[in-house]
Each structure stands twice: as C-alpha cells, then as structure tokens.
C-alpha cells in the first residue's frame, strides 16, 4: 500500500506538471489521461472501488474525449498553441509565486492538523450497493439537483454551439 | 501492510491543486486552462475520497461523484464557449477575448 502510494504520487505530479508545460494541448491531453489513471488507483488504495471506476469511465472516457474533439476541431488549419511570451511579460513569475505560497499555506495547514488514525472501515465501505443506498437515501437531493445541472448544461451547450451566428 | 497517513493523501492533493494553480494562471490557450482546472477539481477530489475514508463515512465518496458530474458540465460549457469563439476568430488566445472589459 505505502509503496503503491508513493508510485502514484510521483505519477501524479510528474504528470500534473507534464500537462502543464507541454507546448501542444494534445500531449497535456495524454499527461492528464495517466494522471486521471494514477489518480483511480489512489481511489483504490481509499478502499473506493466505484469512485476509481468512475473516473476512468467519466473523467478519462467522457470528458478527455470531448478535449480531444475541440482540439482536433479546433487545429485544422491552425494550431491554438502558446503565443510564447506575449503581452503579459510578467505573468510566469508572480504566478508561480502565487502557486508556491498556496501550497505551502495548505501544506503547513494540514500538517499542523489534528488527525485521528484511520481506523479499519465497514467490509463493504465503497463498493457499488453501498454506495448506489447512500447516493439514492442520504443524498437524494443532491443527487436531482445534478441531474438538473447536467439538463441546465446540455440546454447551455446546444444553444451556444449550435448556432451559426454570433456576434463578437 | 502499512497504511498510508491521511496527511500525506491530504498534501499530494495539495500539491495537485498548486499545479493546477500555476498552470490556470501562466497559460493562456483556454483548452490548456480547462485541463489546469481538471487537476485541481482531481485535488478536491482526492482530499475527498481521503477524508471519506479516514472516517468511515460514505458522504464523501458521494459528494465526488457529485463533482465529477459538475466537472462534467462544466468541461463542456467551457468547450463550446472555446468552439463559438474560435468560430469568429481565427486564433484562441484568453488575452484577445476582452469583449466583457467594463
């Protein structure tokens, strides 16, 4: 467990980073591919086999697909790639400045904190039953209020990419 | 088998979410934008799924799945607003899209 752990943390962040640094979209679209895979056998490692079959199956199958479709649409005759260093001249910098002090906020946070050992779950913590009695019981709610987020997105997607004219 | 302290679960989701920062804040393709903020809803996620299991508690778990759904929605808002402004314009760059400056 603890060297699988740290096998996919180092994927993990490797990967982050690949996505992104790379100059094309296409490769930051694989490196997210192996870090949404890294990131569903951590899910493993939390005993939460549904949400690792999930994020391959929605995260890498749906949504990757759907960036692939926009840059494949998109890079037909010419390529949406990085300007280089255009206007913002001093963008990088305070940027990665700003990312640095927020995660040594959080990391000082969390290891300042108060946790308790993790203590053995129930036998069928995270598996498909459990899981499908708690989304349709306890969280009922929230379960209708995504479905109606997901209506309010196709009605979005239809209205704005199927029209042909806009103005800008 | 040794498990896993829930501090270091915690702090890789931390330091997913500050790659994801960085990346939202230096590039500037909007595709590339979008994959950043994938990584940091990946964070919360995984700082979820590691509390979930810390305290034996099915909510969490629950509440990924409810943000993978919204991430769903979300990847493919952001991508047809990409796909209408490219429609216009021959280049995607977010410095160019300035149409909503007061």
């Known amino acids: ?168 | 088998m040794p498990q896993v302290p829930l501090t270091d679960y915690i702090t890789l989701a931390a330091a997913l979410f500050a790659i994801g920062l960085v990346g939202f804040l230096v590039r500037r393709n909007p595709i590339t934008m979008l994959m950043a903020i994938e990584l940091m809803w990946n964070a919360g996620n995984l700082a979820f799924a590691a509390f979930a299991r810390n305290f034996g508690d099915m909510s969490g778990q629950v509440f990924v799945f409810i943000v993978i759904t919204v991430a769903a929605a979300e990847a493919a808002i952001a991508l047809a607003i990409v796909v209408m402004v490219f429609r216009h314009r021959a280049e995607v760059d977010v410095d160019d899209i300035s149409i909503m400056k007061g």
Request: proline share 4%; aromatic share 10%; charged share 10%.
């Open chain 1, 1 to 168: 467990m603890l060297v699988l752990y740290w096998i996919c943390a180092a994927v993990l962040v490797f990967t982050g980073v690949a996505v992104v640094a790379s100059r094309q979209p296409v490769h930051s679209v694989v490196g997210l591919i192996v870090n949404f895979a890294a990131l569903a056998v951590l899910f493993l490692t939390l005993s939460a086999e549904f949400l690792a079959m999930m994020q391959i199956i929605i995260y890498a199958g749906a949504i990757l697909v759907l960036f692939l479709f926009v840059i494949a649409l998109l890079t037909i005759g010419n390529q949406p790639v990085d300007r280089g260093e255009g206007r913002l001249v001093f963008q990088t910098v305070p940027s990665v400045v700003a990312g640095a002090a927020a995660l040594a906020l959080m990391a000082i946070g969390v290891r300042a904190a108060w946790a308790s050992t993790a203590a053995a779950p129930p036998s069928d913590f995270g598996t498909v039953p459990s899981f499908g009695q708690q989304l349709l019981t306890t969280h009922l709610f929230a379960f209708e209020a995504t479905a109606f987020i997901l209506l309010v997105a196709i009605i979005g997607v239809v209205l704005m990419a199927g029209r042909k004219e806009v103005r800008f």
